[in-house]
Structure formats: C-alpha cells, structure tokens
C-alpha cells in the first residue's frame, strides 16, 4: 500500500513501457469486451479510492453497459499495479464507466458517484492513504459541467454535516491503462475480497 499522499516529481516518475499489459478484455459480469463503447453510449472514468468496490458499484447501477478498472490521470506509460502503489506514476485507481445516458443521465450517475464515497479526503480513502486513492472524475467538457454542477451541490449537503471541501479532481479524460486481468471484476470473482467503499450519509439533491 502506498503511503505517500505528494504527487511524483519529475524525476521520480517510473518509465512505465511502450506496450500494453496483456490482459483478457472479458468483462465477466457484463458480457462485453471491456474496450467497447457501445452506440449511444458514453464513457467517463470515475475514482472514488480502491477500484474493486468502485467497479462492483458501478456495474450494478441500471443503465451502466460496461465497467473496467484501470489507472488514469498520472504520468507512466501502461503502468502494472505494483507501480501505481509505489507512487512514482501518479496515476489514480479509476473505473472506466460507460453508460447508455438514455437509461442513466449523467448527473444520476454523478449522484451515486458522490454519496458512495467521500470526496473530501484528498489523497486517501478511510484506511487506504496514498495517490492512487485520490477521487477523480475525467471526462469531456460538458461531462466536467454536470460534474462541478453536482459537486457545487453536494458540497452544500457535506458542509451542513460540518465536512470540509471536496477534493475530487476534475480533469480533460486522460489516457485509461486498464488494469491487470485479476483486478477487473474482483469481487465477482472474491465475493468476500476487501473492500472500503463507504460514503458520508449525505445526499446529492437533483
């Protein structure tokens, strides 16, 4: 577990590699090639602390068509995992997310992002301290709009519950390296594996 909360300097960043990690691209619980975006649908990578319960969150909501655990938003080229818990890549565990807005419009999804985690904790998530368990939203720019629509929201129900400030990254989508093959639908697979998933009780109003 990494313990470092400072983002890597330059000259800390491990060089990664230029080929991606070989991994199978079945998505078990789905049914889908974890790559695929299917027509009408959209992506969006969300990170709300260690990605197996973020995943098993997200693939159970109705609308949501594919799910994908990855690293995103750092600096090392298809980084293993190993890596990433070094905090020498900078990269944050995320889920790529991809939902058909028809079923599930995006702020409905941000709210279920919101209220199952707590974005106010920096570089952590409860006992999980480090870089790669910071909270992340990484989409378009019009996606960016309903996120900081939602946290302006949010945040209003945290303070009055005496929580300090969101701190959830929102950033242009950067390159998604997806993860190792026995990290995709872990808890499928370990139904009694960890996890730390757990929000604040409050409630993102619509």
Same mark, same amino acid.
């Given at each position: 577990?990494?313990? /470092?909360?400072?983002?890597?300097?330059? %000259?800390?960043?491990?060089?990664?590699?230029?080929?991606?990690?070989?991994?199978?691209?079945? *998505?078990?619980?789905?049914?889908?090639?974890?790559?695929?975006?299917?027509? &009408?649908?959209?992506?969006?990578?969300?990170?709300? &602390?260690?990605?197996?319960?973020? !995943?098993?969150?997200?693939?159970?909501?109705?609308?949501?068509? *594919?799910?994908?655990?990855?690293?995103?938003?750092?600096?090392?080229? %298809?980084?293993?995992?190993?890596?990433?818990?070094? &905090?020498?890549?900078?990269?944050?565990?995320?889920?790529? $997310? $991809?939902?058909?807005?028809?079923?599930?419009?995006?702020?409905?999804?941000?709210? /279920?992002?919101?209220?199952?985690?707590?974005?106010?904790?920096?570089?952590?998530?409860? *006992?999980?301290?480090?870089?790669?368990?910071? /909270?992340?939203?990484?989409?378009?720019?019009?996606?960016?709009?309903?996120?900081?629509?939602?946290?302006?929201?949010?945040?209003?129900?945290? /303070?009055?519950? &005496?929580?300090? !400030?969101?701190?959830?990254?929102?950033?242009?989508?950067?390159?998604?390296?997806?993860?190792?093959?026995?990290?995709?639908?872990?808890?499928?697979? %370990?139904?009694?594996?960890?996890?730390?998933?757990?929000?604040?009780?409050? $409630?993102?109003?619509?």
């Amino acid at each position: 577990m990494a313990r /470092s909360t400072d983002m890597p300097t330059p %000259n800390q960043v491990l060089p990664g590699r230029d080929e991606p990690l070989a991994i199978d691209y079945h *998505n078990i619980v789905l049914d889908i090639d974890m790559r695929e975006t299917p027509p &009408g649908c959209e992506e969006i990578l969300l990170a709300m &602390g260690c990605f197996w319960g973020a !995943e098993r969150h997200f693939w159970q909501l109705p609308g949501v068509v *594919n799910t994908a655990v990855g690293y995103a938003g750092g600096q090392t080229p %298809n980084p293993t995992y190993e890596e990433v818990c070094s &905090g020498q890549t900078g990269h944050t565990e995320i889920v790529r $997310v $991809v939902y058909d807005p028809n079923e599930v419009p995006l702020s409905k999804l941000l709210k /279920s992002f919101w209220e199952a985690h707590d974005p106010t904790q920096g570089m952590r998530q409860g *006992n999980d301290i480090g870089t790669q368990y910071r /909270s992340a939203i990484y989409g378009d720019e019009a996606q960016l709009a309903v996120a900081r629509e939602t946290a302006a929201r949010f945040q209003e129900e945290l /303070s009055k519950q &005496g929580k300090g !400030e969101i701190t959830t990254e929102l950033a242009a989508k950067p390159t998604f390296y997806f993860a190792e093959t026995y990290h995709q639908q872990y808890l499928y697979k %370990n139904p009694m594996g960890y996890c730390g998933l757990k929000g604040t009780g409050a $409630v993102c109003p619509l």
